[in-house]
C-alpha cells in the first residue's frame, strides 16, 4: 500500500517509520515548540500536531489513528474521540486529540510519541433502505444482551 507523506518542514519533524519489523502501526510524535511543552491537566483535552500529512494513492483506504498502550495504561493518556478516523481524501496535517484520564497533569513535549497509526482497506457499503429486517437468534438485544461469560 502506497502512501505519500508530507513533512511539514514548517514543524521540523522528520520522516515517521515503523518501530519493528513486525509494528502494525507507526508513532506518531507530537510536533509542538520545544520550549513551549503542553500540559494536559486532569480530565482535559488537548489537540496535538503532528508535523505531518498523508496522501494514500488509493481511495479505498483508511488511515486509523489509535492510543499508544503504554500511555493509555500507564499515563490514563488516551484519544479523546476513542479513535481517528482520516479519510483518503484528507490532505491536512494531522493532528491527535489526547485525552488525560489520570488524576495527574501530564507533560507533551516536543517529538513525544503520542499515538499511533495503521493503514486499512476500506470497503463501501451500499445502503439500500428496507421497511423491516431479517430475523436472527439475537434479535435487537444489545449493550450486553449475550452475557459476560
Same mark, same amino acid.
Given at each position: 500500500m502506497d502512501i505519500n507523506v508530507k513533512v511539514?518542514?514548517?514543524?521540523g519533524m522528520t520522516m515517521p517509520a515503523y518501530a519493528t519489523e513486525g509494528s502494525a502501526a507507526i508513532d506518531?510524535?507530537?510536533?509542538?515548540?520545544?520550549?513551549?511543552?503542553?500540559t494536559i491537566a486532569p480530565g482535559e483535552r488537548a489537540l496535538i500536531p503532528?508535523?505531518?500529512?498523508?496522501?494514500?494513492?488509493?481511495? $479505498?483506504?483508511?488511515?486509523?489513528?489509535?492510543?499508544?498502550?503504554?500511555? *493509555?495504561? #500507564?499515563?490514563?493518556?488516551? +484519544? /479523546?474521540?476513542?479513535?481517528?478516523v482520516i479519510d483518503s481524501d484528507y490532505r491536512g496535517e494531522i493532528c491527535v486529540g489526547l485525552f488525560n484520564t489520570s488524576s495527574e497533569?501530564?507533560?507533551?513535549?516536543?517529538? $513525544?510519541r503520542i499515538a499511533q497509526m495503521m493503514f486499512m482497506p476500506v470497503l *463501501?457499503? #451500499?445502503?439500500?433502505?428496507? +421497511? /423491516?429486517?431479517?430475523?436472527?437468534?439475537?434479535?435487537?438485544?444489545?449493550?450486553?444482551?449475550?452475557?459476560?461469560?
Open positions: 511539514l518542514l514548517s514543524r506518531l510524535r507530537a510536533a509542538i515548540d520545544e520550549n513551549s511543552p503542553v503532528t508535523g505531518m500529512a498523508i496522501s494514500p494513492e488509493a481511495k $479505498d483506504v483508511v488511515a486509523i489513528v489509535a492510543a499508544r498502550s503504554g500511555l *493509555a495504561i #500507564k499515563k490514563g493518556i488516551c +484519544l /479523546s474521540n476513542g479513535i481517528g497533569p501530564f507533560v507533551v513535549n516536543r517529538g $513525544d *463501501a457499503a #451500499k445502503l439500500t433502505e428496507a +421497511l /423491516s429486517l431479517d430475523e436472527t437468534a439475537r434479535g435487537a438485544g444489545g449493550f450486553g444482551s449475550t452475557g459476560v461469560k
